[in-house]
């Protein structure tokens, strides 16, 4: 039993009652502030009987590196200007990748110690102003020291985890392509995300283009053939392609929380939080395993423990599939699947939207867009639709749902955090 | 040598005169490197140095085809990938270093439990002096 996996209350329940996101992308013409007033519009709107934003005590906000990707740091009073939320307490949070879910994290303890009521978290971040070259600067300031020096790359880090993944159990690249295909097949159902198109569309768009070059028209069999081909997905950090990764993204995402014995006079449906659990890791040099994050371990037992809950109740979930090859380790760390077998589930179709244990409905990361501060409280909204039954044509078909999770990692495993969402 | 305080800055300066220095627990024998301040194991501080042997095998890597400023410097990039690992050491702990003298063009070559040992690799002068550790085929 690792530490801290003993049964940990909340002081009192606390529940969501509202969650807006911005559409996720690259926005010349918006920056963080109308991205953020873009996601608290939804979520003002989304309070079924009505939220006055003066009655919002105080917020949290995550943000990774604004400071460095558009030079401006400090970005709690910013928001509370934006949100009509000055002079009330706003502070911004940082975990890398996960920054919007510790936002929530202290949101949740605010509410539950009772030291507030009625509180706001979310997340934002602004990262296409910058060249390719800088944001991947930018990113790499989340890996640890050691992997730094020896030349490690954010997918290069995920790449080498692959590595000891397909040695271990005997998996391959064909594996990881199961992922992005599924990812791309929840894709265009997601109006507010950065891709929207499926594979298979991406395949005919390339043929198009290079017919109307006059080159060599590529004769695909089937997506996998095209994902092997490296004029259509060329390495990054073998064996992570191109589209193994998520792209850069801005955006922003907010939801409103408050105390249990409060929540039915905003909605009639309020989400309840019902497990939380946080780790940190400590990088490819000292981690127990290399097929495992040891900070997912630490945080699913927190929050399992807390919850009551085990893996098997959780009914979809959305992961953090910054690479293809997060999203296997997530779904086994999680105990979705057992451990090396999580790739034959999702050979069998278990994670697509019909499957068992649907994964990343939003289309992950990898399409939705991973505007990384505000991925956290992104990954709630979407737990937050399907509980809901409002998330339009990407509705898990066919299934009551009153239970979803979300895993959110920053840095290369150095955050993880896992939260159980409950509608009664 | 011994003098010098457990820190990641000695460690450096341990690799500029090419060798590879973990901390050893003076109460329970637990290594590390790169070096701790405490002991995971019994948390005791009393940490001295300890010359690593320097061999091992491969444990996991990549080959980094989409590289950072520093490496581009050095001449590395999309047409002239590089090979950087995870190496299990003898001593049954691991360390992240490049890994030199493998065909990072064909990454499939590469193969996990390969025997590496040790290697320097000196790069830059005078105050951009800096020295990486790096592993090669034993
Ligand atoms: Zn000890």
């Known amino acids: 039993m690792m530490a801290g996996s003993s049964k940990r209350k909340l002081g009192r329940g606390v529940a969501i009652v509202g969650a807006g996101m911005s559409n996720f992308g690259m926005f010349p013409d918006k920056d963080s502030k109308d991205l953020f007033a873009e996601a608290f519009a ?36 910013i928001i509370a200007d934006v949100t009509g939320i000055v002079p009330r307490a706003v502070t911004r949070t940082e975990g890398a990748c996960a920054s919007s879910t510790l936002a929530m994290r202290d949101a949740l303890m605010a509410v539950a110690s009772g030291m507030y009521d ?35 790359t954010f997918p290069g880090v995920f790449g080498a985890l692959a590595t000891a993944y397909f040695h271990k159990y005997g998996a391959g690249r064909e594996h990881l392509m199961n992922i992005t295909i599924k990812s791309h097949e929840n894709a265009p159902l997601n109006p507010k995300g950065q891709f929207k198109q499926t594979i298979r569309d991406l395949m005919e768009a390339k043929k198009a283009r290079m017919a109307k070059k006059g080159e060599p028209v590529p004769d695909w069999a089937d997506e996998k053939e095209a994902l092997f081909d490296p004029s259509f997905n060329p390495p990054v950090a073998w064996p992570m392609h191109l589209f193994d990764c998520c792209p850069i993204s801005d955006g922003a995402s907010c939801i409103l929380l408050v105390a249990e014995n409060l ?19 400590r990088g490819l040099h000292a981690c127990p395993s290399l097929t495992s994050f040891e900070a997912n371990r630490q945080a699913a037992a927190e929050a399992y423990g807390m919850s009551g809950l085990k893996p098997k109740d959780v009914q979809f979930a959305e992961v953090h599939d910054c690479f293809s090859i997060a ?24 994670t697509r939207r019909e499957g068992r244990m649907p994964i990343n409905t939003s289309g992950g990361l990898k399409c939705k867009g991973h505007p990384v501060g505000a991925t956290g409280t992104a990954q709630m909204y979407e737990v937050w639709k399907q509980l809901r039954g409002e998330a339009g044509e990407r509705q898990i078909p066919g299934r009551d749902l009153y239970i979803g999770a979300t895993q959110n990692l920053g840095g290369t495993g150095g955050t993880c955090t896992f939260t159980i969402f409950e509608r009664r | 040598m011994e003098e010098r305080p457990i820190s990641d800055i000695s460690f450096r300066k341990f690799l500029a005169e090419e060798k590879l220095m973990g901390s050893k627990c003076g109460k329970c024998g637990k290594l590390y490197v790169p070096p701790r301040h405490f002991c995971y194991e019994c948390g005791s501080s009393q940490m001295e140095w300890h010359e690593m042997k320097g061999e091992g095998e491969l444990a996991a890597y990549t080959c980094i085809f989409v590289c950072p400023a520093f490496m581009a410097e050095e001449g590395y990039g999309r047409k002239n990938p ?26 499939e070559s590469i193969k996990i439990g390969m025997p590496l040992k040790v290697t320097f690799l000196h790069r830059g002068e005078g105050d951009k002096a800096k020295t990486y550790l790096a592993f090669k085929p034993a």
């Open chain 1, 42 to 77: 939804e979520m003002l709107a989304s309070v079924d009987k009505g939220i006055d934003p003066a009655d919002i005590q105080a917020a949290w906000i995550g943000n990774f590196s604004n400071d460095f990707f558009v030079h401006q740091a400090h970005w709690g009073p």
């Open chain 1, 118 to 152: 009625i509180v706001l978290a979310g997340g934002v971040e602004e990262m296409s102003k910058c060249t390719t070259e800088e944001v991947t600067e930018g990113l790499a300031l989340a890996t640890s020291p050691y992997e730094g020096e020896a030349g490690y």
């Open chain 1, 263 to 281: 929540a039915k006079n905003f909605t009639d449906k309020p989400i309840y939080v019902v497990g939380f659990g946080q780790g940190s890791g």
């Open chain 1, 327 to 350: 999203e296997l380790i997530h779904v086994e760390d999680l105990g979705f699947f057992p451990e090396g077998e999580g790739y034959k589930a999702i050979a069998e179709g278990e």
């Open chain 2, 82 to 107: 590089y090979c950087t690992g995870v190496v299990a050491l003898s001593e049954g702990l691991r360390v992240v270093a490049r890994i030199e003298g493998v065909d990072a063009s064909k990454p």
